[in-house]
């Protein structure tokens, strides 16, 4: 079966179930914040590795021999329930539209780490080192974009963003 199914279900999360939730989520979803200095070179490293975790499966198939293969389909499936979680949580922000809920009162980035467990999922599912690397690269580069991300924050809802970063850890 080829392995680029395993990406399908990200499209349907990430707009499908946003936009049926709160359309203003989708374009929250989709803005980056101002970049400063090295931050400009993670995001370009962020966008290749990106591009290349979604087109890379086009070319490869699942591999369907145990254990890999249950191991890599639970971390798989866990992404997903992540990736669902912290989505409907991220279209219900309160008021002054922090995002402070839900799945946030665990962790200020669990969209991102629903990503990294979805794409390591995959990786194991695979077995592709190559998709590990680049999965390993995204999410390094994540971390900087995550920093510009935080620092809007600050400048956007200022000491409750602070107190919000106090009590929640940035991963988990």
Known sequence: MNAFILVIPLFFIRFGLLGMINKSALSRAAFFAPLEGGERVAYFFYQVSNFFIFLYPLFLK?????????????????GIVVLIISTIAFAKPNRSGLNAN???KVSRNPMYIGYFMYFLGCAVLIHSMLLFITLLIFQISAHWIIL?????????????????????????
């Open 102 to 104: 839900g799945i946030y």
């Open 62 to 78: 699942i591999q369907t021999k145990p254990p890999k293969f249950f191991i890599g389909l639970f971390i798989y499936i866990l």
């Open 148 to 172: 510009s991300e935080e620092r809007w924050c600050i400048k956007k809802f200022g000491s409750e963003y602070v107190s919000y970063m106090n009590r929640v850890k940035r991963y988990f």
